[in-house]
């Protein structure tokens, strides 16, 4: 149909950038290698082993501390303009202070990031991807206001070791998975369970954090490495189950609650904390019999600090929901659930990734990006993670992979046709890795790893064959296939 062959035509700008994100616990193994700290990961894996799926942990993981040079080769194979990936916090900073630097770990960034150079291959750096050194948790984490100070910290030796060479900068991956998932329930490490108040705590402190590293940029590193520095956050596509008034309140507070915390202090134009979101905590605290608001304010000075800080704004993003009004009452009280009091729908007839949470949401993409828009126009943004897992045992044949990245690609072109300022894309993952909670049991890699193998080889799957031949064309070309399952570098 005509609709159909003008759409395949559509192409990606010269400049617009592919590549693939990881995360330092996830695919670096080495666990207490060379000088390395414990992080919370490597704590909560040994001492609490049942809490993963298949008893699993990322003391080995993908082996990437050994396997660098290979890393290196996918991304040649695949074609990939950058990559991102995130500084194990504890392998730099044993004992999460910049006292005592260890410098087998800062070896390790740099034969990396430098391997990466000599292919012309930018290095997009997270410094913060869920693996706080234990030491720092056991000082409060995110729950001590004294995390930003550390941060800051941690930043300035990540600035001054790697600023000379690396230009992109992403300080915190999903606050959300930190703060909701890690300190209100459990179902990231430190599964701090303080449902209804440890999130909220977590989200100010995060932001802060963020704000100093920000600032910290901005005042003795930019004029001299002239890098951008920006955050990333989990966003879905978050839509009204129906347009009943109930509805559409409703969908405002989920989005709020699962982004707008962390991003209206930041990118909004007031600062601080969405006002109906705080609003509603406050009046939930104070029915509870809290003597305050179990959401934390920021003094004038904090929103100052924080408002505007950022160049751009990263998001990963996978899924959609509809939103309704009400609950079935099966929250703890209190809760950010609680506080909400919505209720998920999703469409039994959307198809289901290995993940349980993984549904393909029709144009999720660009519903979110339209979202995100109406609320910061004219923002900076890079998709710096999406993508779709498949079961360990499942074939290199992963076309249904394949039709959710053709329809996310689509759908970035529809955002650059909007007008929208996208800028970039990175798939998840380069390679199977750690998926936390639920270990290898779920595969999110364009390259399957094997892990019963000591050297954890890596084999590409049809979708890193469908994602190089998108970066060579810069066109989505729905009749490609393989010529075969080999990989070479072109
Ligand atoms: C991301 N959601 O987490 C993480 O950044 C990765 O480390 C992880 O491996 C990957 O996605 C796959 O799970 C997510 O709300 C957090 O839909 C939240 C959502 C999705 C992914």
Not at 288 to 307: I, N
Not at 457 to 475: I, W
Request: with cysteine.
């Amino acid at each position: 149909c005509l609709a159909a062959s003008v759409k395949q035509q559509r192409k990606f700008p010269d400049d617009f950038i592919f590549g693939t994100a990881t995360a330092s616990y996830q695919i670096e193994g080495a666990w207490d290698e060379d000088g390395k700290g414990e992080n919370i990961w490597d704590y909560m894996t040994h001492n609490n082993p049942t809490v993963i799926k298949d008893l699993s942990n990322g003391d080995i993981a993908a082996d990437t501390y050994h396997n660098y040079k290979r890393d290196v080769e996918m991304m040649r194979e695949l074609g990939l303009d950058a990559y991102r990936f995130s500084l194990s916090w504890a392998r730099i900073l044993p004992t999460g202070f910049s006292n005592n630097i260890n410098q087998a770990g800062i070896d390790f960034y740099n034969n990396y990031i430098n391997e990466m150079l000599k292919y012309n291959i930018q290095p997009m750096i997270t410094l913060y991807h869920w693996d706080l050194p234990q030491k720092l948790q056991e000082l409060g984490g995110f729950s001590s206001p004294l995390i930003s100070d550390w941060f800051e910290e941690y930043a300035r030796v990540a600035y001054e070791s790697f600023g000379d060479r690396v230009k992109f900068w992403i300080t915190f991956n999903e606050p959300r998975e930190v703060c909701y998932q890690g300190y209100g329930w459990t179902t990231m490490a430190p599964m701090l369970n303080a449902t209804g108040v440890g999130t909220y705590i977590c989200a100010k402190h995060l932001v802060l954090c963020h704000a100093k590293a920000y600032h910290l940029y901005n005042n003795e590193f930019r004029s001299k490495q002239n890098g951008i520095v920006g955050i990333t956050y989990s966003v879905n596509d978050f839509r009204p189950l129906t347009d009943s008034d109930e509805d559409i309140a409703a969908n405002i507070l989920r989005r709020q609650g699962e982004y707008g915390i962390y991003s209206e202090p930041i990118f909004g134009p007031d600062g601080g904390f969405p006002k109906e979101l705080a609003k509603r905590v406050a009046e939930k605290s104070a029915q509870q019999g809290y003597a305050k608001s179990r959401m934390p304010e920021f003094t004038d000075e904090e929103r100052k600090l924080a408002k505007g800080a950022s160049d751009f704004m990263g998001i990963n993003h996978y899924t959609g929901y509809f939103t309704s009004a009400g609950y079935d009452n099966s929250y703890p009280v209190p809760s950010f659930y609680d506080d909400l009091s919505i209720t998920d729908h999703r469409p039994s007839e959307w198809p289901l990734a290995a993940s349980s949470w993984l549904y393909q949401a029709p144009d999720s993409l660009f519903n979110t990006l339209a979202a995100l828009e109406e609320l910061y126009p004219g923002t900076e943004y890079y998709i710096t993670e999406n993508g779709w897992s498949v079961a360990p045992d499942s074939s290199l044949v992963d076309d249904d992979r394949i039709r959710y990245y053709r329809a996310a690609w689509e759908n970035l072109l529809d955002a650059i046709d909007a007008g929208f300022n996208l800028k970039g894309y990175m798939a998840w993952s380069l390679m199977d890795n750690f998926e936390w909670m639920q270990g290898y049991t779920e595969r999110f890699g364009l390259y399957h790893v094997d892990f019963e193998d000591p050297a954890r080889t890596r084999t590409p799957r049809k979708s890193a064959f469908v994602y190089k031949e998108l970066l060579r064309t810069r066109v989505i070309d729905y009749d490609f296939e393989p010529e075969s399952m080999v990989m070479t570098i072109d």
